[in-house]
């Protein structure tokens, strides 16, 4: 018996990408149920799923899909109409293959969980078919089989269009053999792409191939189901193919039908996609010899990396940086030729963004959950809304993919919720019934900037004043004092919330605290701006990557610190006299700008930093669109850095973000810019 778990890392992931694609072509599918193309698409990936499951001895899954299967295959058949309420048990029966491949990821088995109702839905569907036209189908083929199906020699399974057929009849000229080949893999075929690619070595040694059911890219990437067929010319006979193809492993069954004269008198049409897709190289043979020529089948160019192992390599490289700041540090004061040390940090630096690069995923893999998640809201609150989405190219580390999901949950089901008016209140407000959610992916330098903007109600700022007296956070006098933008502010304060009732999707602002303490965490921060009776938009901003940040070190005291040169503004200098007390805060007027001053050394208890200097050395560091100055001893220059954790024990000490290791061996603390700045 074969050890199957060896395979479940790889289930578990091509299983993963076709629930995805499942849940997109459910998504088409309600908006166009008439739509062939999308039913079929549906129909393979149950059909994929159903034989993947079957290999893996997942019997529940199997019986799941091969249900679905049935069902399915009534839409196709037009036997019954799909609604909305039918594309609900679908994605009930997405739910519960997502369930059972989780559990299969985390214990590598199904599970005891049968999902009868999700069974019983589906028999219910079945049972409406009250006509049994698939049974009496299948009774007339069996009375009358050369109704439908001729024989194989006489029906081919490809269409040829006009370039075929004018290659074709070359051939013919030639005395050459056309033979259309088809090939069915073992049900527990686990490397398709792999013994299609035998195949494929047999047929360049002794054919040309000049046609390809689904195409030789698709056949490459494992985008086809058990089966697939080809269209061959060449010099040898119809046993010699089977013969050869049979005997690669894995193969079930192999139909060599010899194409005729008589099926090319058909009307043939030229097929634009098909010249080039599917015959590669063939316009100057066939200028110069009219001959065909073979598609040179290619093994996959994409491979799956653990991202531990991703991990590993990016410390690997973290470390050649630190040992490159070293060999800086150490020759700083030498006459010596600085060529090589130049080099090697041009290398360091390419071999990083490379390293980058590898692990950059498009932030795609996080949007895709939502369009569906913003159907089932809809559907619950018996709201029209549009989900729309730009960006999802944009990308973002692996790292950071695995953390935005969950914050951007929440925004969303906020917006969706409670920042959307229901359907009768947008007409009497003049609106359009059905409301939008804009989610918005960009890059901005080092930063990916993420947007959810609705057409909503927006955030009512006197509200928001009155929950704030209410609460007893700020007297009436001061929040007077606030500007619209301060008092929205208090949103993401803990469990601060301007609901007049809590649903069981979200409260305007109840859980924003996590959603700014977990994007703080990442190194980002979150923004609000409203406009009464228009909408509201949450903008976060996050940077690229949290392993390797170019900053700015400072001394101060005796202590190097290091400040995000993303977060800097600029960098000033001024005179002790020029530190006025405002509302019992320090501030500098820079520029016509009032900017609040943070002591560091007062903050962090550094005991020797310099107090009486003559000329202070401010570091304007932006938040959002805020300004603090930064008040440091001394600059000491600006350094490529690893930012390294501090560990469980030290995770939650305030104001710092992370340590560095610098080039002289010494630790520099990393200072978090958005829990110092006010």
Same mark, same amino acid.
């Given at each position: 018996m074969m050890d199957m778990n060896q395979y479940l890392d790889i289930f578990v992931e091509e299983a993963k990408e076709h629930l995805q694609q499942l849940n997109t072509s459910l998504l088409q599918l309600e908006k166009n149920n008439k739509d062939k193309a999308i039913l079929n698409e549906i129909f393979r990936v149950a059909h994929t799923l159903k034989g993947m499951a079957g290999t893996m001895g997942f019997v529940k899954m199997q019986t799941l899909t091969h249900h679905m299967e049935d069902v399915l295959d009534l839409f196709r058949n037009e036997r019954i109409v799909v609604d909305s309420d039918m594309v609900d048990i679908l994605f009930e029966c997405l739910d519960a293959l997502e369930t059972y491949v989780n559990t299969v990821s985390l214990s590598g088995q199904e599970g005891n969980e049968e999902f009868q109702s999700v069974l019983d839905a589906l028999a219910n569907i079945l049972g409406t078919n009250k006509g049994k036209k698939k049974t009496a189908s299948i009774e007339n083929k069996e009375e009358n089989p050369t109704e439908e199906f001729k024989p194989v020699s006489e029906k081919l399974r490809v269409e040829f269009n006009q370039y075929d057929a004018n290659v074709i009849r070359k051939a013919f000229e030639a005395d050459m053999n056309v033979f259309e080949i088809h090939v069915e893999l073992d049900q527990g075929c *686990?490397?398709?792409? #792999?013994?299609?690619?035998?195949?494929?070595?047999? *047929?360049?040694?002794? #054919? @040309?191939?000049?046609? =390809?059911?689904?195409?030789?890219? @698709?056949?490459?990437?494992?985008?086809? @189901?058990?089966?697939? %067929?080809?269209?061959?010319? %060449?010099?040898?006979?119809?046993?010699?193919?089977?013969?050869?193809?049979?005997?690669?492993?894995?193969?079930?069954?192999?139909?060599?039908t010899q194409v005729l004269p008589q099926h090319l008198d058909v009307e043939t049409e030229k097929d634009d996609n098909s010249t080039e897709a599917e015959i590669s190289g063939t316009t100057d043979k066939t200028q110069d010899e009219n001959q065909p020529v073979v598609r040179t089948y290619k093994t996959n160019k994409t491979v799956r990396v653990d991202i531990e192992r991703l991990d590993t390599l990016m410390n690997l490289v973290s470390e050649l940086i630190i040992i490159k700041n070293s060999l800086e540090a150490s020759f700083e004061n030498v006459d010596i030729d600085t060529d090589s040390i130049e080099y090697l940090e041009r290398i360091t630096t390419s071999i990083h963004d490379a390293v980058m690069k590898v692990r950059m995923v498009p932030i795609e893999q996080v949007f895709n959950r939502f369009p569906r998640m913003i159907r089932d809201i809809s559907r619950e609150l018996d709201k029209d809304i549009e989900l729309h989405m730009v960006g999802a190219e944009t990308e973002l580390d692996r790292t950071l993919i695995d953390e935005i999901g969950d914050p951007l949950i929440h925004i969303l089901r906020n917006s969706a919720d409670h920042g959307l008016e229901s359907r009768t209140e947008r007409e009497k407000l003049g609106k359009p019934s059905v409301g939008n959610i804009y989610l918005r992916a960009y890059q901005d330098g080092n930063n990916v900037v993420i947007e959810v903007e609705d057409d909503g109600r927006g955030i009512d700022a006197s509200k928001v004043r009155r929950k704030i007296v209410e609460k007893g956070l700020e007297t009436a006098e001061i929040v007077n004092s606030f500007s619209d933008k301060e008092v929205i502010d208090y949103l993401f304060k803990p469990s601060f919330s301007t609901a007049e009732e809590v649903t069981d999707l979200s409260g305007r602002g109840v859980g924003l605290d996590v959603v700014k303490t977990k994007i703080e965490a990442l190194g980002g921060m979150v923004?609000? @701006?409203?406009?009464?009776?228009?909408?509201?938009?949450? =903008?976060?901003?996050?940077?690229?990557?949290? #392993?390797?940040?170019?900053? *700015? *070190?400072?001394?101060?005291? =005796?202590?190097?610190?290091?400040?995000?040169? =993303?977060?800097?503004?600029?960098?000033?200098?001024?005179?002790?006299?020029?530190?006025?007390?405002?509302?019992?805060?320090?501030?500098?007027?820079l520029r016509d700008m009032v900017i609040p001053v943070v002591r560091l050394n007062k903050i962090l208890e550094v005991p020797d930093s310099l107090e009486d200097q003559k000329n202070i050395t401010c570091v304007i560091v932006k938040k959002g669109d805020k300004l603090s100055a930064f008040l440091v001893d001394s600059l000491v220059g600006q350094q490529e850095i690893v930012i390294k954790s501090l560990g469980k024990v030290l995770s939650n000490i305030k104001y710092i973000a992370g340590a560095t290791i610098l080039g002289d061996g010494n630790v520099a603390l990393i200072l978090d810019v958005n829990s110092l700045a006010l």
């Amino acid at each position: 018996m074969m050890d199957m778990n060896q395979y479940l890392d790889i289930f578990v992931e091509e299983a993963k990408e076709h629930l995805q694609q499942l849940n997109t072509s459910l998504l088409q599918l309600e908006k166009n149920n008439k739509d062939k193309a999308i039913l079929n698409e549906i129909f393979r990936v149950a059909h994929t799923l159903k034989g993947m499951a079957g290999t893996m001895g997942f019997v529940k899954m199997q019986t799941l899909t091969h249900h679905m299967e049935d069902v399915l295959d009534l839409f196709r058949n037009e036997r019954i109409v799909v609604d909305s309420d039918m594309v609900d048990i679908l994605f009930e029966c997405l739910d519960a293959l997502e369930t059972y491949v989780n559990t299969v990821s985390l214990s590598g088995q199904e599970g005891n969980e049968e999902f009868q109702s999700v069974l019983d839905a589906l028999a219910n569907i079945l049972g409406t078919n009250k006509g049994k036209k698939k049974t009496a189908s299948i009774e007339n083929k069996e009375e009358n089989p050369t109704e439908e199906f001729k024989p194989v020699s006489e029906k081919l399974r490809v269409e040829f269009n006009q370039y075929d057929a004018n290659v074709i009849r070359k051939a013919f000229e030639a005395d050459m053999n056309v033979f259309e080949i088809h090939v069915e893999l073992d049900q527990g075929c *686990l490397l398709k792409a #792999a013994r299609a690619f035998i195949v494929f070595q047999i *047929l360049e040694k002794n #054919a @040309d191939v000049i046609k =390809s059911v689904p195409k030789v890219e @698709d056949i490459e990437d494992e985008r086809f @189901d058990l089966e697939f %067929t080809v269209v061959a010319i %060449t010099k040898k006979d119809k046993e010699f193919f089977v013969n050869e193809i049979n005997s690669v492993a894995e193969i079930s069954n192999v139909e060599v039908t010899q194409v005729l004269p008589q099926h090319l008198d058909v009307e043939t049409e030229k097929d634009d996609n098909s010249t080039e897709a599917e015959i590669s190289g063939t316009t100057d043979k066939t200028q110069d010899e009219n001959q065909p020529v073979v598609r040179t089948y290619k093994t996959n160019k994409t491979v799956r990396v653990d991202i531990e192992r991703l991990d590993t390599l990016m410390n690997l490289v973290s470390e050649l940086i630190i040992i490159k700041n070293s060999l800086e540090a150490s020759f700083e004061n030498v006459d010596i030729d600085t060529d090589s040390i130049e080099y090697l940090e041009r290398i360091t630096t390419s071999i990083h963004d490379a390293v980058m690069k590898v692990r950059m995923v498009p932030i795609e893999q996080v949007f895709n959950r939502f369009p569906r998640m913003i159907r089932d809201i809809s559907r619950e609150l018996d709201k029209d809304i549009e989900l729309h989405m730009v960006g999802a190219e944009t990308e973002l580390d692996r790292t950071l993919i695995d953390e935005i999901g969950d914050p951007l949950i929440h925004i969303l089901r906020n917006s969706a919720d409670h920042g959307l008016e229901s359907r009768t209140e947008r007409e009497k407000l003049g609106k359009p019934s059905v409301g939008n959610i804009y989610l918005r992916a960009y890059q901005d330098g080092n930063n990916v900037v993420i947007e959810v903007e609705d057409d909503g109600r927006g955030i009512d700022a006197s509200k928001v004043r009155r929950k704030i007296v209410e609460k007893g956070l700020e007297t009436a006098e001061i929040v007077n004092s606030f500007s619209d933008k301060e008092v929205i502010d208090y949103l993401f304060k803990p469990s601060f919330s301007t609901a007049e009732e809590v649903t069981d999707l979200s409260g305007r602002g109840v859980g924003l605290d996590v959603v700014k303490t977990k994007i703080e965490a990442l190194g980002g921060m979150v923004e609000v @701006d409203t406009v009464w009776g228009k909408g509201t938009k949450f =903008s976060i901003r996050i940077p690229l990557t949290l #392993a390797i940040i170019q900053a *700015l *070190l400072v001394h101060i005291g =005796s202590e190097k610190y290091a400040i995000p040169l =993303s977060s800097i503004s600029e960098i000033v200098n001024v005179q002790p006299e020029e530190i006025r007390m405002v509302r019992e805060q320090e501030v500098i007027l820079l520029r016509d700008m009032v900017i609040p001053v943070v002591r560091l050394n007062k903050i962090l208890e550094v005991p020797d930093s310099l107090e009486d200097q003559k000329n202070i050395t401010c570091v304007i560091v932006k938040k959002g669109d805020k300004l603090s100055a930064f008040l440091v001893d001394s600059l000491v220059g600006q350094q490529e850095i690893v930012i390294k954790s501090l560990g469980k024990v030290l995770s939650n000490i305030k104001y710092i973000a992370g340590a560095t290791i610098l080039g002289d061996g010494n630790v520099a603390l990393i200072l978090d810019v958005n829990s110092l700045a006010l």
